[in-house]
């Protein structure tokens, strides 16, 4: 599909670069809400092995389109089409890593939250700035941030609207790694290539084991993890990967994917 407000590259390693390019600030209009949602469908369709969602320079995402805000109808629509968008983001059978260079406010924070690690150049800044609207996060905000950073500080974010500079969103969880920010390309590129030669289909079962445990009880995730412990033997690269222990040593084994 051709993409208006957005680029999604494929490279040879079978890692993905989405990149918003929605003008200056990258706002999570409609319109580009549904590019999102489209290129996630893409992406589950046709699975690559890890993914790096980017968004401008200064501004990774400045949250919603406040301008397409207007009443109860609007609200009845905006909610459910940005969640969809980015539960399917999230659903991705691979790794999805955030690239954050800069502001990630609002959606934009939430669409940082809806991948599974975000990198933070030092100048980014996270932030849950709708409460200075006089609304709530839409896009995950309130369950997704509280799930990553806990509680507390999730209510303390969201209810006050400060943001929070890239030191200490690693302090408290929110971003896993700060790098300069001319790395920050080349460090998410990095980390997605050592995933993208790795064991896919047990990345995609432990991904899937991970997220759908934090939603349930401790049992009901050790009982996902079991019957993801005996799926994983039936793919070629738990045969490929115990051989070539049991012949080479740890860490040798060339994974084919399948
Ligand atoms: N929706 C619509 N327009 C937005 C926007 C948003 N979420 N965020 C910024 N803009 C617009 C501004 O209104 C401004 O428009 P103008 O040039 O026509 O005046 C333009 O983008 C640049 O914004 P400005 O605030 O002048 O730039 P800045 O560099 O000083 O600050 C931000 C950038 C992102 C820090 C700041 O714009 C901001 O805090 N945005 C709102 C974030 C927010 O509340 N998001 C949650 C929405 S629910």
Avoid: W
Avoid at 169 to 188: C, F, K, N, S, T
Wanted: glycine letters at 12%.
């Amino acid at each position: 599909m051709a993409y208006e407000l957005l680029t999604l590259e494929r490279h040879d390693n079978g890692v993905a670069v989405l990149t918003l390019a929605n003008g200056k600030v990258n706002a999570l209009s409609g319109a580009l809400v549904a590019e999102i949602d489209a290129a996630a469908e893409e992406l589950t369709d046709s699975p690559p092995s890890a993914v790096i969602v980017s968004g401008g320079d200064r501004i990774f995402a400045a949250g919603a389109e406040i301008s397409e805000f207007g009443g109860l109808d609007e609200a009845k629509v905006i909610g459910p089409e940005i969640h969809a968008a980015f539960d399917r983001l999230a659903a991705l059978p691979c790794l999805v890593i955030a690239a954050v260079s800069g502001y990630a406010l609002g959606g934009g924070c939430e669409l940082s939250l809806a991948c599974d690690y975000r990198i933070a150049a030092e100048r980014a800044v996270f932030g849950q700035p709708e409460i200075l609207l006089g609304i709530i996060p839409g896009g995950g905000g309130t369950q997704r941030l509280a799930r990553v950073v806990g509680p507390s500080k999730a209510k303390e974010m969201c209810l006050t609207g400060r943001q929070v500079k890239a030191d200490e969103a690693l302090q408290i969880g929110l971003a896993d790694e700060v790098v300069a920010p001319g790395e920050l390309h080349r460090r998410a590129l990095a980390l997605a290539a050592e995933v993208a030669k790795g064991a896919l289909q047990a990345q995609a079962i432990t991904k899937r084991v991970i997220d759908s445990g934090l939603s349930t009880s401790l049992n009901a995730g050790l009982a996902l993890e079991r019957e993801g412990f005996v799926e994983v033997f039936g793919t070629d690269d738990s045969q490929i990967g115990v051989a070539s222990f049991l012949a080479h040593g740890p860490g040798k084994a060339e994974f084919t994917g399948a």
